[in-house]
C-alpha cells in the first residue's frame, strides 16, 4: 500500500503561481512514477504533468507546457508542482497520484494505483 497526500492548493490571481506538493509513504520502494491530475467542475479528470521516479523522464500536458514544472525529492518521497503564469481555466482540484506498475505507462488515470484526495487551485480573473 502506498499512502498518498496533497498540500499547496489555494486561491491566487491570474499571473500568479502556487506550488504543490505531493507526499507519498508507505512501499515507496514500489513507485514506478508519480503524476498530477486535475478535474474541474462538469470535467473529467485530466492529466497535467508526471515525472518516473528513477528515469526521471517528464511529461506534460499541452495545456500546461511553459507554465508548470513538475520535479521530485526522492529522499524525501515527495514530488512537486510548481505553477505559473496560472490562468482561470487552471482552476481544479488537483490530484496527485502514483503508479507502481513498472510496465504500465503514466498519462492516462487508469495507470494509476494510489490517488491522494485532492487539493483545491483557484484562479481569480
Known amino acids: 500500500q502506498v499512502q498518498v497526500a496533497e498540500s499547496g492548493g489555494g486561491l491566487v490571481q491570474t499571473g500568479g503561481s502556487l506550488r504543490l506538493s505531493c507526499a507519498a509513504s508507505g512501499r515507496t520502494l514500489s513507485t514506478y512514477a508519480m503524476g498530477w491530475f486535475r478535474q474541474a467542475p462538469g470535467k473529467e479528470r485530466q492529466f497535467v504533468a508526471a515525472i518516473t521516479w528513477r528515469g526521471r523522464r517528464l511529461s506534460y500536458a499541452d495545456s500546461v507546457k511553459g507554465r508548470f514544472t513538475i520535479s521530485r525529492d526522492n529522499a524525501k518521497n515527495t514530488v512537486y508542482l510548481q505553477m505559473d503564469s496560472l490562468k482561470p481555466e487552471d482552476t481544479a482540484v488537483y490530484y496527485c497520484?502514483?503508479?507502481?506498475?513498472?510496465?504500465?505507462?503514466?498519462?492516462?488515470?487508469?495507470?494509476?494505483?494510489?490517488w491522494g484526495q485532492g487539493t483545491q487551485v483557484t484562479v481569480s480573473s
Open positions: 497520484a502514483v503508479v507502481t506498475n513498472y510496465f504500465s505507462g503514466y498519462l492516462r488515470d487508469v495507470d494509476y494505483d494510489y
